[in-house]
């Protein structure tokens, strides 16, 4: 049997969609709190209409998103819809919601409202800017927070047009930091036995990615550029073409440059004065990619790798995803495992990337349908039968 995890007893209310939001309450749902996704009428989180990828009819991406987690749709323009999501939340530690500034307001669910309702609540609110300042009323979208951050502006190939992380970091970023305040407040609230308001946005996780950037600024005034692989501060420390393929290499500390140099057979490189010293080789970056390149043509990945793994080098694959998915120490880790859905059969998901010694998360249940455990939560807050159909029959609420 799954271990209950450290958020064991802890009662969380997920109303969100997409992925910032959702990822927030599934790491929660990992840690082993039970969370509940409150889903909108009509349609449900708008993943779920992402059509175009899905297991065996299914969204994928709806799936990937909500495992671990309970689902009830309500109808929040409904005024009994209004009422189920209040007295779920009257008995909730948490709130994890992703609404723009004031929609809930609106609807008779903001902080100031909950927080007296229910004071002991964590109300975490992940929006696109922030609850305060001049652009607090805006949508949020990881593309344009990207963009307003800077991190597009350090993505790509030198000279090349703006480029966005593969990766939608801003909103995963932004799900991360909401279940970090979250799990800060909830041990606060351990002391103080009163709720707080958690407030973080998209725009502030994706500036909270340019450390380095900032750094190099401030330092220089300089504004930093793309520099595709490379790193910005020290070299060689990126991805080298092979006879097959492509590399990643991290020669950057001076140990490791002269191991690298040893591997790669040109003892003369280390004679130049231009790689003597990492702030050398950054000065000659280019010449020290060209020549280092010129080398890594000549061989398999799988015999540099082999080598430089035996001389102590940094060094690894650019896997594609499905390398990645069979990676041995992916597979170690449990970063891939394998739930039962209702429709969609036995399918496949990422797994928890923190791991417990004493309390272990886990993952535990598909995505549900749309409106999969309305009945099963309504009655466990004192809703009747016939009242849970008066309820569906008015569309405050629907059942899978």
């Known amino acids: ?3 209950p995890g450290p ?3 802890i009662r969380v209310v997920e109303m969100a969609q997409i992925m910032a ?3 927030c309450g599934q790491l929660l749902a990992d840690l082993g709190a039970d969370v509940i996704k409150v889903e909108k009428l009509p349609g449900g989180d708008d993943s779920r209409s992402y059509r175009q990828h899905t297991l065996h009819g299914e969204s994928a991406p709806f799936m990937m998103m909500n495992r671990n987690k309970l689902g009830i749709a309500v109808n929040l323009k409904v005024p009994g819809g209004v009422e189920v999501v209040k007295r779920l939340l009257a008995r909730a530690d948490v709130l994890v919601e992703n609404y723009r500034v004031g929609t809930l307001d609106k609807l008779g669910l903001g902080y100031d409202v909950l927080h007296t309702l ?5 109300y975490c609110a992940i929006t696109g800017y922030g609850r305060t300042g001049p652009d607090a009323g805006k949508g949020g979208f990881d593309l344009i927070a990207q963009g307003v951050s800077g991190l597009m502006s350090v993505t790509g190939q030198p000279g090349g047009e703006p480029v966005k992380a593969g990766s939608p970091g801003a909103d ?14 909830l041990l606060r609230r351990a002391t103080t036995g009163q709720g707080q308001l958690v407030d973080t946005s998209l725009m502030e996780a994706a500036v909270h990615q340019t450390f380095w950037q900032v750094a190099l600024y401030l330092s220089t005034g300089v504004n930093p550029g793309p520099s595709g692989s490379s790193h910005i501060l020290t070299a060689p420390y990126q991805a080298f073409p092979t006879q097959d393929g492509w590399i990643n290499i991290g020669g950057a500390n001076q140990a490791n440059w002269q191991r690298l140099v040893g591997v790669l057979g040109l003892p003369e490189l280390m004679a130049d004065p231009r790689f003597t010293t990492n702030a050398d080789r950054m000065t000659h970056k280019p010449a020290l990619a060209e020549l280092i390149a010129a080398r890594t043509r ?3 990945s799988a015999d540099w790798l082999a080598a430089l793994e035996a001389a102590g080098v940094p060094a690894g694959p650019i896997n594609q995803i499905s390398e990645m998915l069979a990676d041995p120490q992916v597979r170690a880790r449990q970063m891939v495992v394998e739930l039962d859905h209702p429709h969609a059969g036995r399918v496949p998901a990422l797994g928890l990337p923190i791991k417990f010694s004493d309390t272990p998360g886990s993952v535990r249940r598909a ?3 749309l409106g999969q455990h309305t009945r099963e939560v309504l009655l466990s807050l004192g809703y009747s039968a016939p009242d849970i159909d008066v309820l569906v029959r008015d569309g405050a609420v629907a059942c899978a």
């Open 21 to 23: 939001g959702p990822t």
């Open 118 to 122: 229910n004071p002991r609540l964590v």
């Open 7 to 9: 958020l064991e007893g």
């Open 1 to 3: 049997m799954a271990s």
């Open 298 to 300: 000549t061989r398999p």
């Open 367 to 369: 995505a549900p349908l």
């Open 172 to 185: 995963i970023n932004a799900g991360i930091l909401g279940a970090l305040g979250v799990v800060s407040a």
